[in-house]
């Protein structure tokens, strides 16, 4: 038996606490704690009050202040501050408590709630720019902010388009992604954005635009996203005007904050079920190099594979860490601008051009990140949400127990998971 308690509350519907209804703000505070309990509110049809008040449902008498109970069930080691709490929020009522053996406990295991609405999770208040903003502009507006589109507007505040880094390299000719020009540093970084001069935002944006409602459940807009493969919307009111943007990462920063403590409920005794596994969701056969490969092979294999990163590991799959593409750059800054030629030739596929012989002679243990964020195959997706918010990561290298690499888990993979549709209920 598990050992739990019921806590009680007895009260009417004008009871308020802060200006909310009570058992709203009781069902906040113990949807809030992230532990294993159940809240129920319950109506009455009719009762009476210690003053000699009497509410009623007949026709004949008007009804007002019916009776509300409120119970939390509860592990009984949760029980004593929830009491206490709930206890301080009450102006009108009874608390009673009352010990439960409980046989068992299930739930199940999701990572946003259902009826999360786009605008309690979307960035508000987005930076934007009109048809007629330089394509540099954009660019050097990207380069400042922490994300890589930005929405195009009419002057009602209509959203009409969207610019990514792939419209700049694509239609402006930015000749690699942005993050590789933010590590050149000026004033190459000048030159290089004044080059997509006589480009306009009107000329570079994609359209027509795929926006969702403020209003609209967050399940449905993730469905558009997953179906149309975007990685952010714009969001529009109920006239079509832009009043956020709701990205992956928006997304994953909410299942951060509304997920309860799984690892503490599976630590009471409660049964757990549909967990989903790192093992289950990651990229097996992933591009890896040995920490003897030269940066000249490291980069045409990221061109190749068009991959921003490549794991490093040992002759028997031990990870070591990881390379970046920007890391390369920061790795040969002494050498600008022969490297930056060299890297641009790869990715833009216009020729290799010639640069000093120690880009053939590095190897990937002389550039290689070793301080890398990684989690384990037989880790919880909820902890890969984690982490990847917790050090804003796109992608977690995945290891065994043994630290072999085994593949890599993205924030795509991730979604794409936990809004899969469940299959049917068990019979038990």
């Not at 969207?162 to 540093?185: K, N, S």
């Not at 053939?360 to 989690?375: E, H, L, S």
């Not at 991730?414 to 899969?420: A, P």
């Amino acid at each position: 038996m598990l050992a739990y308690k019921t806590i009680a509350v007895f009260t009417n519907e004008s009871a308020r606490f802060q200006g909310k209804l009570l058992h709203e703000a009781i069902l906040h505070y113990v949807r809030g704690l992230k532990i294993g309990a159940r809240c129920i509110v319950y109506r009455g049809t009719a009762g009476c009050y210690e003053n000699g008040d009497v509410a009623s449902n007949k026709i004949e008498v008007l009804s007002f202040d019916m009776p509300v109970q409120i119970q939390i069930v509860l592990p009984a080691a949760e029980a004593d501050r929830v009491i206490q709490n709930v206890s301080a929020m009450l102006t009108d009522g009874i608390v009673s408590v009352q010990s439960l053996d409980v046989v068992c406990h299930h739930t199940r295991k999701s990572l946003l709630p259902k009826q999360l609405h786009v605008r309690d999770v979307m960035t508000r208040q987005p930076k934007t720019v009109t048809r007629d903003t330089a394509a540099s502009e954009t660019a050097r507006l990207l380069l400042s902010a922490n994300f890589h589109a930005v929405p195009v507007v009419d002057p009602e505040g209509r959203p009409i388009g969207i610019i990514t880094q792939g419209d700049l390299i694509e239609r402006a000719g930015m000749p690699v992604r942005l993050g590789l020009l933010d590590e050149l540093g000026q004033p190459g970084l000048s030159t290089t954005l004044n080059a997509l001069g006589g480009k306009w935002a009107g000329d570079i944006m994609t359209q027509p635009i795929v926006t969702v409602s403020q209003d609209q459940l967050l399940v449905e807009a993730v469905d558009t996203m997953l179906a149309k493969n975007l990685k952010r919307l714009p969001v529009v009111d109920a006239s079509g005007r832009l009043v956020g943007m709701l990205a992956r990462y928006d997304l994953l920063h909410a299942m951060t904050r509304e997920a309860p403590d799984w690892k503490g409920l599976r630590a009471r005794s409660i049964s757990v079920r549909d967990v989903r596994w790192v093992r289950d969701v990651m990229q097996r056969d992933v591009y890896s190099v040995s920490p003897a490969t030269t940066v000249d092979e490291i980069l045409k294999g990221l061109s190749t594979h068009e991959v921003q990163r490549v794991a490093v590991v040992d002759a028997a799959g031990i990870f070591l860490g990881l390379v970046f593409d920007r890391d390369l750059l920061r790795a040969f800054s002494g050498e600008h601008p022969g490297f930056w030629a060299y890297l641009v030739g790869i990715f833009s596929g216009q020729g290799v051009k010639t640069v000093a012989d120690r880009v053939r002679a590095t190897t990937a243990a002389d550039v290689m990140r070793r301080d890398v964020v990684t989690i384990r195959e037989d880790a919880g997706l909820d902890e890969a949400v984690q982490l990847m918010t917790t050090h804003k990561i796109k992608r977690l290298p995945v290891l065994d127990e043994a630290g072999r690499f085994k593949g890599m888990i993205s924030r795509d993979a991730v979604l794409r998971t936990v809004f899969t549709t469940c299959g049917p209920e068990p019979p038990w």
